[in-house]
């Protein structure tokens, strides 16, 4: 496939996660005290993969060329918005609302990064932020008629869907592949065990595993090496004659792509858009996804990805009463001591908790997680550290 | 695949792997555990799932929200220090021991007021938690989002606070039921006692937010003051994160309008009539009237951020403390009791959701969201704090008085500060389910999930 030995077991390594996601997420068995912390449902096992490939997007534009975009938020939601049109319009299977997105996202990115890319550095990042919050803005109110505004859009029984045969009133389209239900599912119990297998999930995952594998290529291809000669010196780049622009513009674009793919996935998962999705509190997000896995590095975006919505959607939802229930063996005093210092860290507090973590990261692996797995597993090798080839796969660029 | 080795060892210890896990014999589950819908409730407990926002702008409202359905929970549970509207709730199939004899546990998320956040909130607590009711939020765009999703998983949705005419209206679903009232209502409600102060002869400037939930209340209000002969002079959208109005409201001397009315909520309104008494707006002679501000929605969370700005000025509430009918004083004491100060309209609205919730399984003889929704639909009921209410079973929208409440002149303490001028009665609220306002949409059939 065009791949060395490492990055082919790399891959396969994350054909692996991938696949048997349901059961490494769900790792403690039900009603223990600790299927709190179990992540396999379908909806955040969908998120883990689609903001895994929305963050290994970003990272071929942050990683390689060091452009950081503040605004990648807005591809993912017009990516999203195209999408939702498509299973308005046409049909309400996968496919076409997948494509479209992509290109829609491609043309979106086109036209941001043929003006954005005219400065660099800060200003870039400016120029991004403006134009996503430009588009938060038209989403939100300008564009009603369009995005559907503050409430979004949702496929109704009374859109046309020229391909799909007419419902009944009030009934609720489905998103499928070829007539396969994204939501459909169906769960095995081993013992106390319960997995869930969800055909959306797969699908997903089966796209990330693609996008995966072409930024691999692109990674160790000349196209990605004249990227990695921007990040290094962009001055010199000049002087010896190249110009630099095409290759940064070719970057966004395809950056854009990913993220318009991650937004028309989000929707093949849940047929809903809103606008937040596009608001730049989501454009800070994957930039934190990238730094904090690793940027430059293959697999650590994914990996900061997964770290984040599993914050967001596991530790939010711990609440004072789980406290109390974790803490009830303890002496009332200490009891109420531990709830009261644990408690801001946990529910409405993960922000704290993720923010106090992003820290820790950035002080002390600054290669982020994949830098943290490097060093324990030198830890445990005890061979001299080899030959530090810049290979993209564990070190992170400059 | 030129990096596979395939060696007898190997297939030997693979397979040896793939024999002991197909001997563990995974089984096969029904999402729906046999019941015929989904989340069952197994064993002694019934899972409910308590969305509400609990950072971003409505966050007060939804730590309202929380004590509120912490307390029905005690309530429905009967391990409350009293028994709150249970005791004067027209319906008494409630015990005081959990929904159909099940004791009553809940999960909680975050919806960040947001409808993404709130969808992926409500999926994990259906996916993982198995809640088989979900209720709570503060806000339209996030209830059309999740009543959405509700109807496409198969659980029923009880509504928080969400006062746009859509939720009920063009996106109404079977699965989704709303105690709260809405645009329409607040329109239908102000107009007379406007009239009654302000006389007939009036021109308004609306100040609108700048999203559906403002569009629909300026669209209500419209049309009932001009129905009884006011004239909109202008109406100017504004954007939802502005804080600062003065570009706004300097405009509106200008216009020639005697009349301000301020389609905004929470922190928007706060701000925005902060704004406008600044300006000295209502110290105004405008064609020898006096100027005036109309807030359509208000609330007391609201009221307390305007501080005395909101003296004297007219609005629409769902419920308000101060009521002294049986149900309300039940519930202003044990909401009192347990946390020391009056509960808003958010956490009556989510409170009595939860408690309509309980005895339509009751009446049902089960937790299936279909036996539900047939309990709910056309239900009367009365002793909840708004007087006899019916739940239409057209659009799940409930029907019964409204409140007219006018910021009051001398506030005695700081929960004290709106006084009730009129209860509007139900008749002159109502309006038929294809009122143009609401038209478009289909309830569709109830989903059990399964």
Redesign the interface.
């Known amino acids: 496939?065009g791949l060395t030995?490492k990055d082919?077991?790399l891959l396969i390594i994350v054909a692996c996660l991938a696949l048997f996601a349901p059961f490494i997420l769900n790792p403690f068995p039900e009603g223990s005290a600790m299927a709190q912390f179990?992540a396999g449902?379908?909806?955040?096992m969908q998120?883990l993969v689609i903001f895994g490939i929305f963050a290994i997007g970003f990272n071929i534009l942050f990683g390689l060329t060091g452009y950081l975009s503040f605004g990648h938020a807005a591809f993912l939601g017009v990516g999203s918005y195209a999408a939702i049109w498509m299973m308005k319009l046409l049909t309400m299977n996968v496919i076409p609302a997948i494509i479209i997105s992509v290109l829609v996202a491609g043309l979106f990115s086109l036209l941001v990064g043929w003006i954005s890319l005219r400065r660099s550095g800060i200003y870039f990042s400016i120029l991004t932020l403006a134009f996503a919050q430009m588009s938060y803005?038209l989403a939100?109110?300008v564009l009603?008629p369009i995005t559907g505004?503050?409430?979004?859009l949702?496929p109704?029984?009374?859109d046309p869907r020229i391909l799909d045969g007419a419902l009944?009133?009030?009934?609720?389209p489905?998103a499928n592949l070829f007539g396969l239900d994204m939501?459909s599912?169906?769960?095995?119990?081993?013992?106390d065990w319960?997995?869930?297998f969800n055909a959306g999930y797969y699908v997903a995952a089966v796209i990330m595993l693609i996008a995966f594998y072409l930024s691999i290529r692109i990674f160790r291809s000349p196209f990605g090496m004249m990227l990695r000669a921007v990040k290094s010196n962009q001055q010199r780049l000049n002087y010896t004659g190249l110009n630099a622009k095409p290759y940064t513009l070719a970057a966004f674009v395809i950056s854009g792509m990913y993220a318009g793919l991650a937004g028309g996935l989000l929707v093949a998962m849940?047929?809903?858009v809103?606008a937040?999705?596009m608001?730049w509190t989501a454009s800070g997000e994957v930039v934190l996804m990238t730094i904090l896995g690793g940027a430059g590095t293959l697999i650590g975006p994914v990996l900061g990805a997964g770290f984040i919505k599993y914050f967001?959607?596991i530790i939010?939802?711990i609440?004072k009463?789980i406290l109390e229930q974790w803490f009830a063996f303890m002496p009332d005093g200490i009891e109420d001591l531990l709830i009261t210092l644990v408690y801001p860290f946990i529910?409405?507090g993960w922000?704290l908790t993720l923010g106090i973590l992003f820290m820790l990261v950035v002080i002390f692996l600054p290669g982020g997680l994949v830098e943290g797995g490097q060093r324990v597993a030198r830890l445990f090798k005890r061979k001299k550290p080899s030959d530090d080839t810049p290979d993209g796969k564990t070190t992170p660029a400059e | 695949m030129s990096n596979s080795k395939l060696t007898r060892r190997g297939l030997i210890k693979t397979g040896a792997v793939a024999g002991a896990a197909g001997l563990t014999l995974p089984t096969y589950l029904r999402a729906d555990g046999h019941a015929g819908y989904l989340n069952a409730p197994q064993g002694d407990t019934v899972t409910l799932g308590f969305n509400v926002p609990q950072s971003g702008p409505y966050a007060d409202e939804g730590a309202d929200e929380l004590r509120a359905y912490e307390l029905a929970v005690e309530h429905l549970n009967g391990t409350g220090a009293d028994n709150g509207m249970l005791e004067t709730f027209s319906s008494d199939a409630l015990q005081g021991n959990g929904i159909l004899g099940k004791k009553v546990v809940y999960v909680t998320g975050d919806t960040q007021t947001k409808s993404d956040a709130a969808r992926a909130s409500a999926k994990s607590m259906i996916e993982k938690d198995g809640a088989i009711m979900i209720t709570g939020g503060s806000s339209s765009g996030v209830a059309v989002a999740v009543q959405a999703l509700c109807q496409e998983a198969g659980v029923i949705f009880m509504a928080g606070l969400t006062h746009s005419n859509d939720t009920t209206g063009k996106d109404k679903r079977a699965n989704g039921f709303r105690h709260f009232f809405n645009s329409y209502m607040s329109g239908a409600a102000l107009a007379p006692v406007l009239q009654n102060a302000y006389g007939s002869d009036r021109k308004a400037y609306h100040l609108t937010a700048d999203y559906n939930w403002g569009y629909t209340t300026e669209e209500a209000v419209r049309s009932s003051t001009e129905a009884m002969g006011w004239e909109t002079v202008n109406a100017v959208k504004t954007p939802l994160t502005q804080t600062d109005f003065s570009s706004y409201i300097a405009p509106v001397l200008q216009s020639g309008a005697d009349v301000l009315v301020l389609n905004h909520y929470g922190g928007n309104m706060v701000n925005s009539l902060t704004n406008a008494v600044q300006f000295g707006l209502r110290d105004k002679l405008v064609n020898d009237k006096n100027f005036e501000i109309v807030v359509p929605l208000y609330s007391r969370l609201m009221a307390k951020g305007a501080g005395a700005n909101v003296k004297g000025i007219f609005g629409s509430t769902n419920w308000h403390w101060s009521l002294t009918d049986e149900g309300s004083k039940a519930f202003v004491k044990s909401f009192g009791t347990k946390y020391g100060f009056p509960p808003s309209q958010a956490a009556h609205t989510c409170y009595v959701q939860a408690l309509l919730y309980a005895d339509a399984c009751e009446r049902a003889g089960t937790f299936n969201p279909c036996g539900v929704v047939e309990a709910l639909e056309g239900f009367e009921f009365d002793g909840m704090g708004n007087g006899p209410t019916l739940y239409r079973a057209d659009d799940h929208q409930c029907f019964k008085d409204v409140l007219v409440v006018k910021g009051k002149e001398n506030p005695t303490s700081e929960f004290d500060l709106l006084e009730i001028v009129e209860v509007t009665p139900v008749e002159q609220v109502t309006y038929a389910p294809d009122h143009p306002q609401v038209a478009g949409g289909s309830l569709g059939t109830c989903n059990p999930g399964a």
Do not use: C, W
């Open positions: 496939m030995k082919f077991t179990n449902y379908p909806d955040l998120r803005a939100y109110s009603t505004g503050e409430t979004g949702q109704k029984y009374t009944a009133p009030g009934e609720t489905r939501k599912s169906f769960q095995v119990s081993a013992g319960i997995f869930t849940d047929t809903q809103g937040e999705r608001f967001e959607n939010s939802k609440n009463s529910g409405k922000h």
